[in-house]
Structure formats: C-alpha cells, structure tokens
C-alpha cells in the first residue's frame, strides 16, 4: 500500500514539473503600459501611473491633477509596426515611395536617438481607440521599451 503523504508528493511533483517554464517570462507590453495607464487614471491612482511612464519621460511623474483631466475611456490598444505608425501620422498626404523614405528614415535617425536618450531596447507606437462623450477616437502615444518592460514617453 502507497503511503498516502508519498502519493500527495509524488502528484505534487508531476504536476508542477510540467509548468516550469511555462511561467510569464516576459515583462509588460506596450499595450499592456497604455491599459495600465487608463486604469490608473480612471482610478486616480497617480503611484500605478508614473509605474508606467518612462522616468526620462517629460510628463514623469504624472500628478493627480493630470490624471483627473483625462476623462476619455479607453476602448482598444494597438502597438504599430513602424510602417503603420507611419502612415497614421501621415495620413494619405504621401505616395508608397515616400511612406517608404519616411519609414527608413524614422527607422535610421529617430528611433536611434530616442533608444538612445531613454538606454531603451525598442520604440513603438500604441494606437489608441478612446471614447468620450459618446465619440470615438483615435490617437497614438509613443512607448520604449527599457529591460523588458514597455514605458509611455510621450
């Protein structure tokens, strides 16, 4: 006969082995530092806030008051790919060829600078879809990421 602690360990066992490395590895996501965000301005919650926004950031740290001016409720966040940024920034104004030329040049000279000015991995754009006032609209805020976490910047 199995002793009954035996049992219970040896279950205990099996059953965790399989989920090691199975964990959440990876910190924030763009997306997630834009919801978190809105929660903590919805919420009033100035310490959550500032948790997200990048400590180089001009608006860093947030104040109660600036949480309190955002009265839009956040319906979807997007991150862009570069291209995608792109074009939302510029609408129909340019041909293929220079969405194309602006994408590499994004790319070469600015992105470089803000990785470089906030020691970040990568940069991105989230695009926001907001209601207020019963109206829909959209806008994008630009995030970095720094040590595997995504910050708001601007």
Known sequence: MVDRRQFIMGVATVSTVP????????????????????????????????EVIHPEAGLYPVEEAHLEDIDATLIEANQLSTREWVEWEVGNELS???????????????????????????VAGVLLIEEQDGEESESVISTVEYEGDWYLYD
Do not use: W
Not at 36 to 48: P, R
């Open 96 to 122: 293929e060829e220079e969405i194309e030329q602006e994408v590499e040049r994004v790319e070469e000279e600015e992105f470089p600078d803000i990785r470089e000015f906030f020691d970040a991995d990568d």
């Open 19 to 50: 989920l090691a490395g199975c964990g959440d590895d990876e910190g924030r996501t763009a997306e997630d530092a834009v919801e978190q965000y809105y929660t903590a301005a919805n919420d009033g919650d100035v310490e959550s806030a500032n």
